[in-house]
């Protein structure tokens, strides 16, 4: 699969950018053998694909886990309690921002924004079966909601979704 995004993109002037994020969408993060191969492909040198890729905040070096939580602190989440959000799930699952649980099942990533400030605060679950979002958190409503994902059902009935 991976030749396939090289031969879509390798002849392409600046199609740097587009192979890793193909490369990304693939396999979840950017495996060094997947850099390599980029570079022997496209004649870039790794130094310069490791450049592009740290300068980008999209692009991970490390998988992510089953359910990537986006946990928003723009600044209306951020005035409505999105901290104490922040503090509640990361206790809950021990892992910190940009961490992932040890049994591979949450990534926590905090972001600047998500673009639905009339809900703050915000989450938004991302997997491979898509995206939801939940606003209007409370600390009790991210718990639910993580014990729904934890048992394999999504969140719980009745939480506030966009």
Same mark, same amino acid.
Not at 22 to 41: F, H, N, V
């Given at each position: ?49 490791? =450049? ?21 602190? =723009? ?22 921002? =940009? ?15 998500? =673009? ?47």
């Amino acid at each position: 699969m991976l030749e396939s995004i090289l031969e879509q993109y390798a002849n392409e002037p600046g199609g740097l950018i587009g192979i890793l994020q193909k490369t990304q969408e693939l396999y979840g993060y950017l495996p060094e053998d997947a850099i390599k191969t980029i570079s022997e492909r496209t004649d870039i040198p790794e130094a310069k694909i490791y =450049g592009v890729a740290t300068f980008y905040t999209q692009f991970r070096f490390e998988p992510i886990g089953k359910y990537n939580l986006l946990l928003c602190m =723009g600044t209306a989440c951020h005035v409505n309690g999105a901290s104490e959000i922040v503090e509640t799930v990361s206790e809950r699952l021990g892992i910190a921002d =940009g961490e992932t649980t040890e049994d591979g099942l949450f990534t926590l990533s905090v972001v600047a924004c998500l =673009g639905c400030c009339s809900l703050a605060p915000v989450m938004m679950v991302r997997s491979s079966e898509g995206e939801e979002v939940y606003g209007s958190l409370t600390r009790d409503a991210a718990l639910k909601i993580l014990d729904g994902y934890k048992a394999g059902e999504g969140a719980a009935d009745g939480e506030v979704m966009a």
